[in-house]
């Protein structure tokens, strides 16, 4: 049942055995909270995508284990061990989830999950704030996948349908103008033809975030680009900031973006925080307005 691994190196085909009067609770720091099967699912995606079992070289170590607490007459239960990380950091804490799965076994031999319960780790007492703490690096992460898979950098926004609520829709502001067209996009992000061709080579996550969390917040990165022309002072980058306006959701445990804001590209001072280079970068242009 938990054999199968999706790319973020948790199962998922189990989802499709969960019954439809399944009881499901799942921790909510000390409060255990009542889940409906597609809750649970939406909540397990999200789940899914900020944690990841340990990737540091050399303790790639085992880090989901089953173990058997019953069986007899067509009913199961067992304990699901994971040992996890949140966001990207290969050297990030790693926090021991545990799952107690029950099933029974249908007429044609086949099996359901009845119950679920997830147990959060006793040395974890704010989920917001650890989401909150690495949210930037998941997020632009995930963009440099995008880039690396597309040769124009605006078709990568599309990157942002992983931190979309499910039937909403993002507002997109670039270069003061709304957007509402993706394909316009490239049209409004370069100004007066003058930066008609570019490079994007990475991103600046700045300064760091609030040290106290909020449900709704916002967060911002500097896409570096390499310059069309030279700066006019030495040192001097040539980028656009990005800025994310983010909402907590308490029964998914995840910050949605509803939000963007993409400033019109120019020439910047440097600033001090962590830079990320894109793995391979590719060329972005600009249509003439």
């Keep these: 049942?938990?054999?199968?691994?999706?790319?973020?190196?948790?199962?998922?085909?189990?989802?499709?055995?969960?019954?439809?009067?399944?009881?499901?609770?799942?921790?909510?720091?000390?409060e255990s909270v009542e889940y409906t099967p597609d809750q649970f699912r939406s909540w397990y995606q999200r789940f899914g995508q900020m944690w990841h079992g340990n990737r540091e070289e050399g303790k790639e170590e085992e880090y989901?284990?089953?173990?058997?607490?019953?069986?007899?007459?067509?009913e199961m239960s067992v304990r699901l061990e994971m040992k996890l990380q949140i966001g990207v950091d290969e050297k990030a804490k790693v926090h021991d989830w545990n799952m107690i799965i029950g099933a029974k076994q249908n007429s044609d031999k086949t099996w359901s999950v009845s119950k679920i319960e997830v147990l959060c780790p006793v040395?974890?007492?704010?989920?917001?704030?650890e989401n909150y703490e690495v949210?930037?690096?998941?997020?632009?992460?995930?963009?440099?996948?995008?880039?690396?898979?597309?040769?124009?950098?605006?078709?990568?926004?599309?990157?942002?349908?992983?931190?979309?609520?499910?039937?909403?829709?993002?507002?997109?502001?670039?270069?003061h103008e709304k957007i509402t067209d993706i394909e316009d996009l490239p049209k409004t992000f370069f100004v007066q033809d003058k930066y008609w061709k570019?490079?994007?080579?990475?991103y600046l996550i700045k300064a760091k975030m609030d040290s106290t969390p909020s449900e709704d917040t916002e967060f911002e990165l500097r896409m570096q680009m390499r310059p069309p022309v030279e700066p006019p002072t030495k040192g001097d980058i040539f980028g656009s900031d990005w800025r994310f306006y983010i909402k907590w959701d308490k029964m998914d445990q995840f910050y949605y973006i509803y939000k963007a804001n993409f400033a019109c590209p120019k020439f910047l001072k440097p600033e001090t925080g962590t830079y990320r280079s894109f793995k391979n970068h590719k060329g972005i242009r600009g249509s003439v307005k």
């Design 64 to 74: 989901m284990k089953v173990h058997e607490l019953h069986l007899e007459d067509g």
């Design 198 to 202: 570019a490079t994007m080579i990475g």
């Design 123 to 129: 040395d974890l007492k704010d989920i917001m704030k």
């Design 135 to 175: 949210y930037r690096d998941v997020v632009g992460a995930t963009f440099d996948l995008y880039v690396n898979d597309n040769k124009q950098w605006y078709t990568a926004t599309d990157f942002g349908k992983h931190f979309k609520k499910h039937g909403e829709t993002v507002e997109l502001w670039s270069c």
């Design 1 to 30: 049942m938990f054999s199968d691994i999706d790319t973020n190196n948790l199962p998922n085909s189990w989802l499709m055995t969960i019954s439809d009067s399944a009881e499901i609770k799942v921790c909510q720091g000390e």
